[in-house]
């Protein structure tokens, strides 16, 4: 049992919480339980998690996309149920979107690259200002499938697709997680032989292809499991809480 404070006040301190101009409301978004014994990891906040969260016996969520994008306008419909279900559970809801992304040990793109036994070693990804992602090379280039690959079992899911646009043989990596599309130019610009994201979106493939860059898009949800994951073997063993991972894939 530990008081939620100390868990924000920690996850604030570790994420630089208020480092980061992000539409998201990052940081405790729903207040509930003033003490906290499980605390529940998931990607996403919905009605489906929070569902789990509950049977779990979860007294605080933490996810990456969180319920509060810029503010809310009105209490009515989903936000409204949401926000009941949340409120009569009396559980917490603590939200880190690019904090998650770009932190140095437990971010989805540093977590990414070590998926494929790389360290982040240049900041890459520029948006809204901040570099949210990452550039890395092997020692030895490898072959576009076998990287595929080694995603499709790491990650665990068969969304992984390669777009061979450039290279076959690849030394330098760019990761951006999620919707990272906006970032192909930089790729392009800096001359990546490959660029790993979540989702490929119509307008990328077509930028890709013209810039001669070779992109895998290993699903947005897949590529954001990382963070939450390797945030949550850090708060159970500085707090000696129970902890639980809520698995909840879109296939997108």
């Known amino acids: 049992m530990v008081e939620r404070e100390k868990v924000v006040a920690f996850l604030d301190e570790y994420l630089s919480i208020n480092s980061f101009p992000d539409k998201s409301r990052n940081g405790l978004q729903v207040e509930g339980k003033e003490e906290v014994e499980k605390i529940a990891f998931a990607v996403d906040a919905c009605m489906d998690t929070f569902v789990k969260a509950r049977a779990l016996g979860a007294d605080m969520l933490i996810v990456h996309h969180g319920l ?9 419909g989903l936000v409204q149920k949401r926000l009941k279900f949340l409120l009569e559970n009396e559980m917490n809801l603590y939200a880190a979107h690019l904090p998650l992304d770009v932190h140095l040990e437990v971010g989805n793109n540093a977590q ?5 036994g790389l360290e982040p070693e240049e900041p890459f990804g520029e948006y809204n ?22 995603l499709v079992e790491k990650l665990k899911t068969e969304y992984v697709k390669a777009y061979e646009f450039g290279v076959n043989e690849i030394k330098s990596v760019a990761v951006v997680s999620g919707r990272g599309g906006f970032a192909i130019p930089e790729a392009i610009e800096r001359g990546v032989d490959l660029f790993i994201t979540g989702e490929f979106l119509h307008d990328d493939y077509h930028a890709a292809k013209e810039g001669r860059l070779t992109v895998i898009a290993a ?12 945030l949550m073997s850090v708060l159970r063993e500085k707090f000696e809480v129970k902890t639980a991972f809520i698995d909840n894939p879109t296939g997108l």
């Open 68 to 76: 509060i994008w810029g503010g809310i306008e009105y209490v009515r």
């Open 129 to 150: 200002g901040i570099s949210i992602g990452y550039i890395s090379e092997f020692e030895k280039p490898k072959p576009l499938p076998l990287v595929a690959q080694i």
């Open 112 to 116: 990414l690259l070590k998926l494929l």
């Open 219 to 230: 699903g947005h949800y897949a590529t954001e499991t990382l963070g939450v994951k390797a």
